[in-house]
């Protein structure tokens, strides 16, 4: 059973900062600035990115709120050539299977203003991998075996976190799903009880990175957000 909830407070942690309207709207504007200019790419330079880095962005991802704080996540992150190497392989078997008719002809009609296909070159080309698990069971401490709870809603929200992350430090990202995605339980050796959520390649564009038109076009405020 759970113990009896302490709580601190926030102005005791001194980790949040008052600021004025003026203010609140000013950085609000420059983040949306910032984030209008992320991209998802397909075309990597092979220069490499320090570990610090990506180990830096995961810490900013691995604050992101969770269901019971459980933190139901784990990310392997990969620059051994080897790897990357033996994920594009199994990577490429199902996608060819994705795209000769698995898929279904209204999902590769969607994509097809993308110009995505069954090869990955990108998967050996960029310096980083980072593959997210989504835990099953875990929980807040160490060595924990417990149920976890909206699993698949709070990677979501630390995926988000670490592709602002990635972003604000200068680096490109592309959300890579081959459908399935148990062959990186194999690769990387994690366990059954962790399901792939998203294998996010990162690193710099390519001097000729290309961005497709479809990918361009975003929905208004507008139609994405409602007042009352």
Known sequence: MGGTPEFRTLAGLGEFSERDDDEMLARAGDFLERIRKRH???DFRPDPVPQGVIETCIA???????????????????????????????AEEEERAFYSGRAGAEWLDALAPIGTDADKPFLEMAPWLIA????????PLPGDDRKNYYVMESVGLACGFLIAALHDAGLATLTHTPNPMSFLNMV????????????????????????????????RLSEIMTIF
């Open 188 to 219: 990387l050796g994690r366990p059954d009880t962790e399901k792939p959520f998203v294998l996010l390649v990162v690193g710099k564009p390519a001097v000729d990175a290309k961005i497709p038109v479809h990918a361009l076009k975003k929905k």
């Open 60 to 90: 900013a991802a691995g604050r992101a709120p969770s269901g019971a704080n459980h933190q139901p996540w784990h990310f392997v992150a990969v620059q051994d050539p080897e790897l990357k190497r033996r994920i594009r392989i199994a």
């Open 132 to 139: 997210v698990f989504a835990q099953r069971r875990g929980g």
């Open 40 to 42: 998802t790419i397909r």
